[in-house]
Structures are given as C-alpha cells and as structure tokens.
C-alpha cells in the first residue's frame, strides 16, 4: 500500500506513459490501430483484474458484459436518433451493469471452478441469444455495421475523433479515468476487503463482512468496466463485430492478464500489448498466416508454466531482487512489550452491551449431529459478564463443534443460544461477529499475502464500517479510527514492529499471536479462543498466557485449551465435555479433585470415539 | 411442426446426444474429482479423438481401427500432458490449472488447424451401421442406434473400472481423499497418470465414435467442453452417476428445443443449470465439499 506522499505517483507516471506512448510505440512497430486496440483491452482488463487479481473469481465469461455494453451503445447509435457517442457509452455502462448483476447474483451462488463453469455457461447463452434471436437488433452474424467515431458535443464546439490520433487521445482519456477510479476503488476500505476474500473468505466472513455482497459488486464493476470498453470497441472499428461475445473474446481477456500479471492492474494493459504486438508480428512480419494463433498459444502454455506472476510480477521480482533487502527491524524487548502490551489492554475497547451483569451468553438443549454422529448432545451452558471460563474435554468431546455453534459456523440441530438477550441461533457468522461475538481459531485463517496492518485492518474495518457498506472511492486511511485500532491492537499481540511485514514472513508463534489479534481487532464482548496455546513452545506459551491475562481484564472469555495448567491459571471456572456432553462444572480446584474428570481423562476407553 | 414421429425421434437423439455427453463428462468429473484440476482442454481433446480416428480411417479404411486409434492416442496425449505439464501445478492454485489446461486447448486446436486446416472432415459410419433401420413406430438412421449401444457399453466399462476393479477403487478412494491415498503407500502419482489418462480417453472415443453424426472440425470441442460443463454442474463435480444423469437431462433438452428452434436450446439448458443451482446447489448427485 503507497504511503500518503506517495499516493499520487502511479497515477501521474500512468498520465506520462499514455501522453508519450504514441511518440514512442510508432517507432518500436506498433501500428496506431493496434495501439488504440490496446487501450480499449487494457480498460477491459481493469475491470477484470479486480474481479480475478484482487478476489480472487476467475471468470471466463466477460465477453457476455463486453458484447452486451457494446451491442447496446452501438444499436442506440446506429438504429436510433440518439448521435451522442459518450451518452451511449455510458447506457451501454450501465446496461452491462445491470446484467452483470443478474448473472452475479447466479454464478456467485458457488466459487472456485464452480464458478468458472458457470460463467462460461452464461456467456455461451448470451452469444446464442446475440446470434439468432436477437439479430433484429444485433445483426446477427454480421454486427451492426456504421457505428460512428466518437465525439464531444458541448453545444457551442464539438469535435469529432475521427483519426487514429485523436481516438487515441479520446480513448486515452477515457483509460485513465478507469485507471483513477480502479486505484481509488483498490485503496479504499472495500478494495482491502476483496484482497481479503481472495486471501480467506471464511475468516472475513467471520469478521463481519457480507463477503457475498462485495463479490457481487466488484462482479458488477467488472461487468461495467467490460461494457464500457465493449462501446468504445464499435466506435473503434466502426462497426460492432458480434465475436465480441464469442469464449474466444473470455478466453483472451483472461491470457492477456495471466501474460501481464494479475493484482497490478495493469497487467492486462501490458498483457494486450504483448498479445496484440505478437499477433501483428507473427502474420505481418513472419507471414505465419493462421498459425500466429498457435505460436501464441504456446507461448501462454509457457508463461503459465514458468512465469507465475506475469510480466508486471516477474518485473517487481526483479526490482527486488536489485533492491536491498530492508532490515527487518530487531524484536524489541520483552520487558518494554510486556509494559506496552499491559497500557494498550487497557485501551482496547469492547463493544458495549445491552445488559452489563449476569449471564451473557446462555445455551440451552444444544445439539449437533453429523448423521448418525452426534457431536454435541444437549448441553445447557451459561457465561456471565466479564467471566473467564474455561472449557476442556478429551480428543473428540465435542469442544471445537460447540464453539463452531457458539459463533454460529455450524447450524445446531436443536437447541436455542441466546447472546445479550438476543436469539442468534439461527443467525450468520457475519452478524454474530458483528453483534459482539467472535472467535480466534484453532488452526491460524490469516490472510497470507497481505501485511500484519492488512490483516489486522480487515478485522477493524468490521466493526467500524459494519456488514456492508459501498464506500468504493473513500481512501482507507480515512475511515476514523482505523489506525488506533490496529495500533494498539498490534501492541496487544507484541506484533507493533511487525505491521508492515507479510503473513507469509512472519514465525509460528506471531501468527498465531495475530491470529488472536485478528479476534481482538474485532472489539468483542465475548470473545472466544480455541485452543490458543496449539503448536506452542514452552517459551511461547509463557508468554501467550501473559497475554490472555492482559486481555482478559475486563472481557469476558471462553478458553478451549488442552494445557490445563495454563488454562487453569487463567480462568474461573471449567466446563468439562466428554462425548459431546456437558460433564461438569466448577472452579480449577474442583475440577481437579473430580473423580468423573479422572475417570474421563485417565480412563481412556472412549478417547478415539467421535470427532472433533 | 410438432408430430409425434418427430418427438419420437427427437428422444433418441436426445438420448443419443445424452448418452455421449454423458460419457465425456464422466471423463472431465473423475479427472477433477481425481486429481482436482478442471481440464479445459477436454473439448480439444474430444477434438482430437476425431482427427486421430480420420487420418486411421484415411490410411486403413477401418472403422474399428479408426476408433481405437482415436481413443488410444488421446490416451496417450492426456498421459503425456500429465506427466509433463499438469503434474506441477498439483499444487499451484486453481486458478493456474485453469489457465493452463485452457491454453493446451489452444495449442491442441491450432495444431490441429496446422496440419489439416480449418475444413471439417467427415468419416463415413461402417458399412454394416450405414442406412436405415425401420423400429416398427418409426425409421431411424442406423448408425444413430449402433452408436447409443456403443456409448452404453463405453459408459459401462467404464463404471466397470471404476467399481469393479482395484484400480478403480483406488480413484475412488482418491476422489474422497488423495493424501489419505498417498499415504496409505500407493503410488498416487501413478493413479493420477492413469486417471487423467482414462478420462482424455473417454473424451477421445466419444469424438471419433461421434465422428460419422457429426464431422469434426478444429473447434468442434468448444461446444462440447461448454456443454460438458453444463451437465457437470446439473450432476455434481466429481460424482460419476451425476455425470450420467446430467448428461442425459441435457441432451434431451438439447434435442426437444432444437424441435421448436434450436437457436433456443442453450437458453433452455442455461435454465435447467439455473433451476439445479438454485434448488440443489451442489448438483443433483453432488456432495458438498468437493469444489
């Protein structure tokens, strides 16, 4: 993420490059349609990029949004009185718009290749339908051909963009402000959010965001940014090809970016020109006749092969490399942490309640079964405020799926849970979390290729932006209160000269500090660990009890942990599950003198049964 | 216009056209349910079965011969591919399986394009199958009937391999867990192979068994690969009884549209792959957790 100096510096070197690219791609012999052609990919592939590099949804059927913006803006041009070319890019915008969210609200019905498939499905439909069907309107197999140049109409002057130059300044243009609004679009809070639902889209659903929501608008945007390059396409050519809508139009809106690079967003401007360049080389120049498609296709399957992030990755790669490598700063002292950690606890804050004593969460009759499993049979458990309680039980008690209903992961089978008054049992995780009520994980669901501020900021932007909300151009450092947040969530966890490093880079035991951070982030007022101490060292478990103890002040707690010893230096009372039953209940020191906990632990006959 | 001779017949096209939809998706499904990598060159190598067969069928004049040069080369291209290429991105994201199995499509179509144009090739169905046979209702093309009984048997063999067999239970074992496989000291590795190997195949055969209804051309794949993704959806990924059924639900539709207006079929099947999504979301015979 560019620093505030800096923030301007893509978008002023990107300004430079359009005005000085007609002076100097002439000479390295590109010829000036293709480098309008480029323009006009490159915008499709902005939009794109933030649907695949950015979230993650690879789609192979942008050519459904990319035809339709363009067949409409072109029938309006052709077929109608209306003459003014940027009003009809702009329906044919919207209309592209609107039908990206009609197919979202389907194809994001699933994900992953699920949701390849269907796009491709959809798209097969709408060429079929722009085929036969609809050819009153689109031609058919022809197009709609005298669609006319662009042109500006202010009443008193306007001008008409009929060379090669001056459709390039006009699509020049036009490429830059999708540029600027893609950057915004990426450095506000919900261009963070979409990194996240790539990254993990379980844990940012678990954090309070409506992931299905900002799928389905980054989903439209990208059908926006299609439809208003499928326009400008017509103009381009003076007729509006009806291939537009055809897999192969997908197909190569998808290579042009894996060539480029996906997440930078100009990897598919790159890409087109790569693309577009070898084309013209390989029938013009080396007179390859039809088999330019072959010798390119081939040299796809090898960048996919070899070159992983696409030439704008493989270049970052490189400036790197040549860069020195930043000292990673030292680790401070435990000492002056353990002081920090202390002071910034009592600044971290809780989302207030409706009631302030007696019980906070209350569970009656709560039960799960996994067909003829049951993984939790009727339990009726009760936390009052600002309690630590404490929850053991052996491998396959049941403990982890009590916790997964707690924070309503897993549907029970019966039984109700009532958080602060309310009935949550059949509510999402979304809004369990935003109610108050999270968890941090057994196994780490970070977001791993994004920063320990990223991470941390993902779960903040929860609770201070709510479920859902579409603040696409807002600068993320500009939502209030975000860095104190993260900040002094950071010095919580110990991980305060750690923000700006990757997951990726971080130990075992700061993941799994951030991991707890993640939860904390969130401002809970019942918070949930499931088994916090996993994987750790004895160093490290020292030191992660100290920080559950600075946490726990003033906070109410369920702790599942197998470390008793630690878990019974921190907490009040103890619950025992055994075999998805609620054992006992009762201080550390009862809970050690019970027979039935003994017998459960030491008794060891039922230890493999169940699952956890 | 609407007969019942017509709808008839329109059934067992349907039925036909299901059949060998069928087929190839089974190929696709225990490819993805195997080895987890969606192949986006299938319809490529559907193509390529038909070409194979046709230049067998050019130099020996033998269907059969045809049929099996078109089936094992395919075999062999999909093993190769495996071995070479789709091997190391096991463990690279999805999203770089798909792009590349989507550029092999490429590179399999224009290859082909390459050496025998653009221009469709036909190969003639074997004497014995040529003609007509009248069914007592109605009069059907022989070959038509010759290749449902043909993709039957295809189809069984192939649940065959995969429920009778002890390789076929190692796929088996390996769509509902790969590492667990791995571990239990079978060679995975070579599972994987062979199974990408038989589902290239199973794509190889229906292109040259279909050759004779409809000729092959470079891109005759891409419909297939599109309507092969439909019935995997309809069916659920990696469930070879869904891949089946899936298939015969959409070659029906395909057929009883086309009846009416066939410009309308895709938008008949978009909305039966609509209706599955929406009330089953996982597929017919699906199991969720396996995407």
């Not at chain 1, 994001?108 to 009153?136: H, Q």
């Not at chain 1, 401007?269 to 070898?278: D, I, N, R, S």
């Not at chain 1, 804050?349 to 939790?376: C, E, F, M």
């Not at chain 2, 007509?132 to 039957?152: D, E, S």
Request: net charge neutral; aromatic share 10%; charged share 15%.
């Amino acid at each position: 993420m560019p620093t505030r100096q800096r923030a301007y510096i893509v978008e002023i070197l990107t300004l430079l490059a359009l005005i000085a690219a007609p002076f100097v791609l002439p000479h390295l012999g590109f010829a000036p349609a293709t480098i309008n052609r480029i323009l006009i990919w490159g915008l499709v592939g902005i939009g794109f990029d933030l649907l695949f590099g950015f979230t993650g949804l690879l789609s192979f059927g942008q050519a459904a949004f990319f035809g339709t913006g363009g067949m409409f803006a072109a029938y309006l041009l052709t077929n109608t009185s209306f003459t003014n070319t940027i009003g009809a890019t702009l329906i044919g915008t919207a209309v592209a718009g609107v039908v990206g969210y009609l197919i979202g609200l389907l194809a994001l019905r699933r994900t992953g290749i699920y949701f390849a498939m269907i796009t491709v499905a959809i798209a097969e439909v709408f060429f079929f339908l722009e085929f036969n069907p609809l050819s009153d309107y689109t031609g058919g197999e022809n197009g709609l051909p005298g669609v006319p140049p662009p042109n500006l109409d202010l009443g008193f002057w306007s001008m008409t963009f009929g060379s090669n130059t001056q459709m390039y300044a006009f699509f020049a243009f036009w490429y830059f402000v999708g540029l600027v609004i893609a950057l915004r679009i990426v450095r506000s809070p919900v261009g963070l959010l979409l990194r996240a639902i790539r990254d993990n889209p379980l844990r940012a659903q678990a954090l309070g965001h409506n992931i299905h929501g900002y799928k389905l608008t980054v989903f439209v945007v990208a059908a926006m940014y299609a439809g208003f390059a499928g326009s400008l396409l017509g103009m381009l050519q003076g007729f509006m090809p009806p291939d537009a809508f055809m897999f192969h139009t997908s197909g190569e809106i998808v290579m042009q970016t894996a060539i480029g690079g996906a997440g930078w967003l100009f990897g598919p401007l790159l890409g087109a020109a790569v693309w577009l360049y070898l084309a013209d080389f390989f029938q013009i120049t080396l007179d390859l006749g039809a088999s330019w498609k072959l010798v390119l296709g081939i040299v796809f399957v090898l960048l996919v092969v070899f070159l992983r992030h696409g030439l704008v990755g493989a270049i970052v790669d490189l400036w790197r490399l040549a860069r020195p490598a930043r000292p990673s700063a030292p680790p401070s002292e435990p000492a002056r942490a353990a002081a920090t950690r202390v002071q910034a606890a009592a600044q971290s804050r809780h989302k207030s309640t409706r009631s302030t004593s007696g019980p906070i969460l209350q569970v009656s009759g709560l039960t799960k079964r996994y067909g003829g499993l049951v993984a939790n049979s009727d339990i009726d458990f009760s936390v009052d405020h600002g309690e630590i309680r404490g929850i053991i039980g052996p491998n396959g008690a049941g403990k982890s799926t009590f916790f997964k209903m707690l924070t309503c992961e897993v549907k029970p089978s019966s039984g109700r849970i009532v958080f602060d008054g309310r009935d949550i049992t059949a509510m999402s995780v979304s809004d369990a979390c935003q109610l108050g009520l999270t968890k941090s994980y057994q196994i780490n669901q970070l977001f791993d290729r994004l920063t320990v501020r990223q991470n941390l900021a993902i779960a903040a932007l929860g609770e201070l932006r709510g479920k859902f909300k579409l603040d696409l151009l807002k600068s993320l450092p500009k939502v209030p209160g975000l860095d104190p947040q993260v900040e002094s969530t950071a010095a919580l966890v110990h991980l305060e000269d750690r923000l700006d490093t990757p997951v990726a880079e971080l130990a075992y035991g700061e993941k799994r500090r951030l991991e707890i951070g993640l939860a904390l982030a969130t401002s809970p007022s019942l918070l949930l660990l499931d088994e916090p101490l996993a994987g750790m060292s004895p160093q490290e478990r020292v030191e992660t009890v100290a920080l559950l103890k600075a946490i726990a002040a003033g906070r109410t707690m369920i702790v599942i942990d197998h470390d008793m010893d630690a878990l019974f230096e921190l907490v009040g009372k103890v619950t025992v599950l055994q075999e998805g039953r609620l054992l006992v209940e009762g201080t550390p020191d009862e809970i050690r003198s019970n027979a039935e906990v003994q017998e459960a632990y030491l008794g060891g006959i039922h230890e493999e049964a169940g699952a956890e | 216009m609407f007969t019942w001779g017509n709808f008839i017949s329109q059934c067992f096209n349907g039925l036909v056209l299901g059949a060998l939809l069928a087929l190839i998706s089974s190929g696709l499904t225990i490819i993805y349910g195997t080895l987890g990598v969606l192949n986006l060159a299938h319809g490529a190598m559907f193509m390529l079965g038909g070409y194979a067969g046709w230049v067998a069928y050019t130099y020996t004049g033998s269907f059969i011969v045809a049929v099996a040069a078109g089936a094992i080369f395919v075999m062999l291209v999909g093993v190769v591919t495996e071995r070479l290429i789709i091997r190391h991105f096991y463990a690279r994201p999805h999203e770089d399986q798909l792009l590349v199995t989507f550029g092999l499509g490429i590179v399999f179509v224009e290859l082909v394009r390459y050496f025998f144009g653009s221009l469709s090739k036909t190969v003639p169905p074997p004497q014995a199958l040529a003609g007509i046979t009248p069914l007592g209702f109605m009069v059907y093309p022989t070959y038509r009937l010759a290749l449902l009984g043909i993709v039957t048997v295809a189809l069984l063999a192939l649940y065959f391999i995969l429920y009778r067999t002890r390789i076929g239970m190692i796929v088996r074992a390996g769509i509902e867990d790969a590492v667990m496989v791995d571990s239990l000291g079978i060679n995975i590795q070579k599972v994987f192979m062979l199974v990408f190997g038989i589902g290239a195949m199973a794509a190889g055969f229906a292109g040259i068994v279909n050759a004779p209804v409809v000729a092959v051309a470079p891109d005759v794949g891409d419909a297939i690969l599109v309507q092969t993704f439909v019935v995997v959806v309809i069916g659920g990924v990696g469930s070879f009884p869904g891949a089946v059924l899936g298939g015969l639900i959409a070659g029906e539709i395909i057929s009883l549209t086309s009846m009416f207006n066939p410009a309308y079929s895709y938008v008949m099947l978009f909305i039966a792959m609509t209706l599955v999504l929406v009330l089953r979301p996982y597929g017919l015979l699906g199991t969720v957790g396996r995407e």
